[in-house]
């Protein structure tokens, strides 16, 4: 097997680890040859607590990954909410000196934008230039060759807290394996879940995880915000155990399989609905009443929304974004979740899913999976349009986060 035609992606959760491995096929598909799922441990809304617990964890899921691919990786790209991931915008003007623009031109404008960024305490996770304009005018893919006195540029850099991201980078290398990239995951999850179509009209993703819930949105230009917040579907789940008197895995269990936030359902009262319903039912010797189950987790993901309207309604996104959403992420799967998500946010809902351009087992092309198939496209160049590119990144220093992956490797 060729090992230059195959691509390693991460998802680092709260609730679970993913690896997929993946066959680069024709025109942008992918074969995933390899899959590996661990419960999350060491991992609080998507940012590492415990350095061992995460590291065996992410190790594990991997291990799980290469043994079905029959091949090890040695570079993996990964995708995490944690650091506090945000969105900056940059925008500059450059004078161009002679009558047409060149190649130093552009270089130029992009070098000026990209030294901007704020990484103060902060990592630079994605970068993308969202458009020029020549002399005011907006709207330019590539001015290569336009004549003009000034050349603009539009940047969009995504960062989070440098701490976090160092320390997720120590959890992979502890498992022998190099970091690729470290990519938001509602922007990876965009990536697998939206086609080109969605793109081009706008739209915004909702990556609802168990312990935060990302934002990303994109157009024509391709990603132009980021953000994360905290609190995912674990409340859920938490607030399950506790009504029902049951461990957090069985209450997962009937969040997953049982739980619905239909709105309008003629199960919905003001009152506890009675014990002693039809529709009730036994698990493992507790009492269920899947109307009170519903009038439990329907509270919650109101609010899950209507965090998202906010975020949304507050920041530029609200007109990039148009008027529709895809809900990505664990979370996403109660029944009724988009119908719910339409009356809160008031606009178009619709439950992701991974696109054709996987081939992958059917259990796996759910929502809970688009964060780490994102990342395999972006492997490929992601949502970036061809005429819009950036020079080469420096790498960020390593000598010290090297120096704590042998550490790990010897004490793990």
């Given at each position: 097997?060729?090992?230059?035609?195959?691509?390693?992606?991460?998802?680092?959760?709260?609730?679970?680890?993913?690896?997929?491995?993946?066959?680069?096929?024709?025109?942008?598909?992918?074969?995933?040859?390899?899959?590996?799922?661990?419960?999350?441990?060491?991992?609080?809304?998507?940012?590492?607590?415990?350095?061992?617990?995460?590291?065996?964890?992410?190790?594990?899921?991997?291990?799980?990954?290469?043994?079905?691919?029959?091949?090890?990786?040695?570079?993996?790209?990964?995708?995490?909410?944690?650091?506090?991931?945000?969105?900056?915008?940059?925008?500059?003007?450059?004078?161009?000196?002679?009558?047409?623009?060149?190649p130093a031109d552009i270089r130029g404008v992009q070098n000026t934008a990209y030294?901007?960024?704020?990484?103060?305490?902060?990592?630079?996770?994605?970068?993308?230039?969202?458009?020029?304009?020549?002399?005011?005018?907006?709207?330019?893919?590539?001015?290569?060759g336009m004549y003009g006195t000034r050349i603009g540029i539009d940047l969009h850099?995504?960062?989070?807290?440098?701490?976090?991201?160092?320390?997720?980078?120590?959890?992979?290398?502890?498992?022998?394996?190099?970091?690729?990239?470290?990519?938001?995951?509602?922007?990876?999850?965009?990536?697998?879940?939206?086609?080109?179509?969605?793109?081009?009209?706008?739209?915004?993703?909702?990556?609802?995880?168990?312990?935060?819930?990302?934002?990303?949105?994109?157009?024509?230009?391709?990603?132009?915000?980021?953000?994360?917040?905290?609190?995912?579907?674990?409340?859920?789940?938490?607030?399950?155990?506790?009504?029902?008197?049951?461990?957090?895995?069985?209450?997962?269990?009937?969040?997953?399989?049982?739980?619905?936030?239909?709105?309008?359902?003629?199960?919905?009262?003001?009152?506890?609905?009675?014990?002693?319903?039809?529709?009730?039912?036994?698990?493992?010797?507790?009492?269920?009443?899947?109307?009170?189950?519903?009038?439990?987790?329907?509270?919650?993901?109101?609010?899950?929304?209507?965090?998202?309207?906010?975020?949304?309604?507050?920041?530029?996104?609200?007109?990039?974004?148009?008027?529709?959403?895809?809900?990505?992420?664990?979370?996403?799967?109660?029944?009724?979740?988009?119908?719910?998500?339409?009356?809160?946010?008031?606009?178009?809902?619709?439950?992701?899913?991974?696109?054709?351009?996987?081939?992958?087992?059917?259990?796996?092309?759910?929502?809970?999976?688009?964060?780490?198939?994102?990342?395999?496209?972006?492997?490929?160049?992601?949502?970036?349009?061809?005429?819009?590119?950036?020079?080469?990144?420096?790498?960020?220093?390593?000598?010290?986060?090297?120096?704590?992956?042998?550490?790990?490797?010897?004490?793990?």
């Amino acid at each position: 097997m060729a090992r230059e035609n195959i691509v390693a992606a991460l998802d680092v959760g709260s609730t679970k680890v993913c690896c997929f491995i993946a066959r680069v096929l024709e025109e942008g598909r992918f074969d995933v040859i390899g899959i590996g799922d661990r419960a999350s441990r060491g991992i609080l809304e998507g940012a590492v607590v415990d350095i061992h617990a995460a590291g065996q964890a992410i190790a594990t899921a991997i291990s799980h990954a290469e043994r079905m691919a029959g091949i090890e990786v040695q570079q993996i790209y990964v995708a995490t909410s944690g650091g506090r991931p945000a969105s900056q915008r940059i925008r500059v003007e450059f004078p161009v000196p002679g009558p047409r623009i060149v190649p130093a031109d552009i270089r130029g404008v992009q070098n000026t934008a990209y030294a901007r960024i704020d990484t103060k305490d902060r990592r630079l996770l994605l970068v993308r230039p969202l458009g020029y304009a020549v002399d005011g005018v907006d709207g330019v893919e590539n001015p290569l060759g336009m004549y003009g006195t000034r050349i603009g540029i539009d940047l969009h850099a995504v960062t989070a807290e440098a701490g976090p991201i160092a320390n997720l980078e120590a959890c992979v290398r502890a498992a022998h394996v190099e970091v690729a990239g470290i990519l938001p995951a509602p922007y990876a999850a965009g990536l697998a879940v939206l086609s080109e179509e969605d793109r081009e009209l706008g739209i915004a993703v909702a990556d609802m995880g168990g312990g935060t819930t990302g934002i990303a949105v994109f157009n024509s230009r391709g990603v132009t915000f980021v953000d994360v917040l905290k609190k995912g579907g674990a409340r859920l789940t938490e607030d399950v155990a506790y009504a029902f008197s049951m461990s957090f895995r069985e209450a997962e269990e009937i969040k997953v399989k049982e739980a619905s936030c239909l709105s309008g359902s003629p199960f919905e009262t003001d009152t506890l609905p009675d014990a002693n319903a039809e529709e009730s039912y036994h698990k493992n010797g507790r009492h269920v009443v899947p109307p009170y189950l519903r009038q439990i987790v329907t509270p919650r993901t109101e609010q899950t929304f209507e965090r998202v309207r906010a975020r949304l309604d507050e920041t530029y996104a609200q007109m990039e974004a148009g008027r529709r959403v895809v809900l990505a992420g664990g979370a996403s799967q109660l029944v009724g979740a988009a119908r719910l998500g339409e009356l809160i946010l008031e606009r178009q809902v619709r439950a992701g899913s991974i696109g054709p351009a996987f081939r992958i087992a059917e259990s796996r092309t759910g929502p809970a999976y688009a964060a780490c198939a994102g990342l395999l496209v972006h492997a490929l160049g992601g949502d970036a349009p061809a005429a819009l590119s950036m020079p080469a990144l420096a790498p960020a220093p390593t000598h010290l986060f090297a120096r704590f992956g042998a550490w790990m490797r010897q004490h793990i």
